[in-house]
């Protein structure tokens, strides 16, 4: 790959008057082909501990900034950056002030998350009650379990584990429908909900099927990620949520500090507005696949990682990257927002909260002491029924978030 070499004097930081931070289109798209750069940092590499809150446990080894650079510019003299977030690691991370933060479980990272956004906004009172369940909440929350404890109960580590016939019997049990007039009974809410649970998970069952099939035949180039992308969505979508996948998630370029950058999630979670302008919940990144390596293998080895290492070098920079060039278009405002990393059949939640300022400071071309957390979940597979059902919940509140945010406008 051609790469080119520039050399910026930003040895003083840019006057905080500044204009702000605008989106800007470039006539190269998102290629990195001519416009990649290497980059190179200077200063102390020692890094920041954060403190343990609740159950979140940050570790100073994944800490992406140094203290001691805190008033420096994001890019001192000389440095050199790559254009192209999906070409980013994590120490291309290290001017923006990230650190990563773990917390034991899905529905954690949620509420921590809508606390952070929700802070400053008009419906915050409102928001923040937002652990009370209706009684349709309730049984919306029954029937899922029902459907994924009964129906479709596959239970296993990776796609070759599961059989033809196993999929072929959930087919058969949604496309009669029997278990609906079973499971309901005379309750018209639960008739309404299973219905249309039923007919998402059909779709659903028909991608795994597709997946399994190009992983047993070895058909071509077998499994790639955008069929694992693609399964993810179709799983999320039982929960009334809305994606954008690629190839049609645009380009999002950023200026700071008079470098370009772009970046292009693997596929974004919006709620509708009256402009038509995306407002993005949540972005997702999809592990890229080493197609010289057996994928099953690589998916049964993550069963095996220890916690603290369950994602590279590239996944931490390329969705840290990926969160900063969509921040101005995020549902929440400058405050942050939701992402997921998704990894084979293995998905991690995550959320972006930024201290204030920190995006005036990301405009400017400098941090003042500001910066910003990624809190990621532990990793759940959707292919195991214990894993699936601890999603429920927290996949049913995002898509009541959503909701409340189309109707308060």
Not at 79 to 93: G, V, Y
Not at 283 to 300: G, H, M, S, Y
Request: net charge negative.
């Amino acid at each position: 790959m051609a790469s080119s070499k520039e050399n910026f004097d930003n040895s003083v930081c840019p006057d905080s008057s500044n204009q702000p931070m605008k989106r800007h289109c470039t006539e190269s798209g998102a290629s990195s082909d001519n416009n990649s750069e290497q980059v190179r940092y200077k200063g102390n590499k020692r890094k920041r501990n954060s403190e343990v809150e609740n159950n979140c446990v940050s570790h100073p080894e994944e800490s992406m900034h140094s203290e001691t650079d805190s008033e420096n510019p994001i890019f001192p003299s000389g440095s050199l950056i790559k254009k192209n977030i999906s070409d980013w690691t994590a120490m291309d991370l290290s001017p923006f002030r990230m650190n990563f933060e773990k917390c034991t479980n899905i529905e954690d990272v949620f509420f921590k998350g809508l606390s952070h956004f929700a802070m400053k906004k008009k419906w915050s009172p409102r928001i923040l009650k937002f652990g009370f369940r209706s009684a349709e909440d309730k049984v919306k929350y029954e029937c899922f379990q029902y459907a994924i404890d009964n129906i479709f109960n596959i239970d296993c580590n990776n796609i070759d584990e599961i059989e033809f016939g196993d999929l072929s019997k959930i087919q058969h049990i949604f496309e009669d429908a029997d278990w609906i007039a079973d499971y309901v009974e005379t309750s018209e809410v639960r008739d309404r909900i299973c219905r249309e649970l039923s007919s998402c998970l059909k779709n659903l069952i028909w991608q795994l099927s597709f997946t399994v099939g190009r992983q047993k035949n070895d058909i071509l180039e077998g499994v790639t990620e955008g069929m694992f992308q693609e399964l993810f969505v179709s799983f999320a979508r039982m929960f009334s949520l809305n994606f954008v996948s690629s190839p049609s998630v645009p380009n999002y370029p950023l200026t700071v500090c008079g470098r370009g950058l772009v970046a292009s999630p693997d596929a974004i979670l919006c709620h509708p507005t009256d402009t038509g302008l995306e407002k993005i919940c949540a972005i997702i990144t999809v592990n890229q696949c080493n197609q010289d390596v057996d994928l099953a293998r690589n998916l049964r080895d993550l069963q095996r990682t220890s916690y603290s290492q369950q994602f590279g070098s590239s996944l931490i920079g390329q969705h840290g990257g990926q969160f900063l060039c969509t921040l101005p278009f995020s549902t929440f405002g400058n405050d942050g927002m939701y992402g997921f990393i998704v990894q084979g059949t293995n998905v991690t939640m995550t959320s972006f909260k930024p201290e204030d300022g920190y995006y005036d400071n990301l405009c400017n071309g400098c941090f003042h002491n500001k910066v910003a957390t990624v809190t990621h979940s532990r990793t759940y597979n959707i292919l195991q029924k214990d894993d699936r059902k601890q999603l429920v919940q927290t996949f049913l509140d995002i898509g009541k978030l959503l909701k409340f945010i189309t109707d308060e406008g």
